[in-house]
T-cell receptor, first 113, second 116 residues
Framework: GENVEQHPSTLSVQEGDSAVIKCTYS??????FPWYKQELGKRPQLIID?????GEKKDQRIAVTLNKTAKHFSLHITETQPEDSAVYFC????????????FGKGTKLSVIP | DTGVSQNPRHKITKRGQNVTFRCDPI?????LYWYRQTLGQGPEFLTY????????KSRLLSDRFSAERPKGSFSTLEIQRTEQGDSAMYLC??????????????FGPGTRLTVL
C-alpha cells in the first residue's frame, strides 16, 4: 500500500518568512495529493490539493509542487502570519479506484511574531 | 452548520465496554470515511462507504470494530470490548462522490475516545 513520509516534524519561522514542508510517497500510481491544516483541537481542513497531471498549483500565499518522477511533493507558504501556526498534513491517494487517503505524520509549524 | 457532524464529541469508557459513535455527513455526500488519529500522528484510514455499501476496510479494523451506514446517510462506528489501545480521536469525513477526479474529503470534529 501507499506510504507517505513528511519532513520536517517541526518548523519554526519568523513572521513574514517562507515555510516549506516536503513529502514523499511510495505508490507510483497515486494520483491525488491534498494538504490539510489542523489547529489545536479542531478538525483537519483542506488548504490546497494537486492532481498527478499537474506540476504546480497556487492559491494566494500557498503553493504546492509535485515531482512525479521523484515521487515527492511540497507545500510552500509565503509571507507567513501567526495564524498560519498549526499542524500541516500531506496525504496521497492511490489510484486503482481507491479513495482512502494515506497521511504523513504532520509538521507542526510555528510562526514567531 | 452544514458541515460533517459527529457525536458524542468525547467518550470515556472502561476497558471491556462497548462504545458507538455517530457521524452525519454533509447532505447529499455519497462517500463517508472513518479515520483514527492518535497524538502526534496523521489520520489513519479505517473504512469507507459508497452510499450504504462498505467498499474498503483497513487491516487496522479488527473484528472488534464494525461500521454501518444503513440508509446511505449517517454512519455508526462500534467498538466492542474496548482496549486501552483504542484510545484515540475517531474522525469521520465525507465527499461528494460524483464522477470525476477530485473528490475532496471534508472532516468532522471527531470523537475523542478515552479507555480507562
Amino acid at each position: 500500500g501507499e506510504n507517505v513520509e513528511q519532513h520536517p516534524s517541526t518548523l519554526s519561522v519568523q513572521e513574514g518568512d517562507s515555510a516549506v514542508i516536503k513529502c514523499t510517497y511510495s505508490d507510483s500510481a497515486s494520483n491525488y495529493f491534498p494538504w490539510y491544516k489542523q489547529e489545536l483541537g479542531k478538525r483537519p481542513q483542506l488548504i490546497i490539493d494537486i492532481r498527478s497531471n499537474v506540476g504546480e498549483k497556487k492559491d494566494q500565499r500557498i503553493a504546492v509542487t509535485l515531482n512525479k518522477t521523484a515521487k515527492h511533493f511540497s507545500l510552500h507558504i509565503t509571507e507567513t502570519q501567526p495564524e498560519d501556526s498549526a499542524v500541516y498534513f500531506c496525504a496521497g491517494r492511490s489510484g486503482a479506484g481507491s479513495y482512502q487517503l494515506t497521511f504523513g505524520k504532520g509538521t507542526k509549524l510555528s510562526v514567531i511574531p | 452548520d452544514t458541515g460533517v457532524s459527529q457525536n458524542p464529541r468525547h467518550k470515556i469508557t472502561k476497558r471491556g465496554q462497548n462504545v458507538t459513535f455517530r457521524c452525519d455527513p454533509i447532505s447529499e455526500h455519497n462517500r463517508l470515511y472513518w479515520y483514527r488519529q492518535t497524538l502526534g500522528q496523521g489520520p489513519e484510514f479505517l473504512t469507507y462507504f459508497q452510499n450504504e455499501a462498505q467498499l474498503e476496510k483497513s487491516r487496522l479494523l479488527s473484528d472488534r470494530f464494525s461500521a454501518e451506514r444503513p440508509k446511505g446517510s449517517f454512519s455508526t462506528l462500534e467498538i466492542q470490548r474496548t482496549e486501552q489501545g483504542d484510545s484515540a480521536m475517531y474522525l469521520c469525513a465525507s465527499s461528494q462522490g460524483q464522477r470525476g477526479f477530485i473528490d475532496t474529503q471534508y472532516f468532522g470534529p471527531g470523537t475523542r475516545l478515552t479507555v480507562l
